[in-house]
């Protein structure tokens, strides 16, 4: 039996309050998208976690991919692999599954 949480979110998805995002939640959301989520997104979306907690700001995709190849390396710093996990768009679904606002530089 699947758990389902009542989640509350602006219309394209994104959580309303970030504080209520746990691994369950981002779980549903990425089912959503029509993702699974594996160990190499958790990675991701742990990863912008972080970069939005240490910056207060949500990055444009160019710095995203920039910052990851940083700290992860060029083997996931880059829009192919990023875009493998994330089809519709790395930095818009990362952040969304990841319950943090939509970022500016996303349509």
């Not at 602006?10 to 989520?37: P, S």
């Not at 979306?45 to 995709?61: G, T, V």
Request: charged share 25%; glycine share 6%; hydrophobic share 40%.
């Amino acid at each position: 039996m699947e758990l389902k949480i009542a989640i509350a979110t602006t219309e394209q998805g994104f959580l309303l309050d970030k504080t209520e995002w746990t691994e369950v939640i981002a779980e549903q959301l990425a089912k959503k998208e029509g993702l699974e989520l594996t160990n190499a997104h958790w990675e991701i979306l742990k990863f912008i976690q972080n970069f939005y907690q240490e910056y207060e700001y949500l990055p444009n995709a160019r710095v995203f991919t920039k910052a990851i190849k940083t700290e992860l390396g060029a083997d996931k710093g880059n829009s192919r692999y990023l875009l493998k996990l994330f089809p519709e768009g790395p930095l818009k679904y990362a952040c969304k599954i990841a319950g943090l606002p939509k970022p500016r530089s996303c349509i």
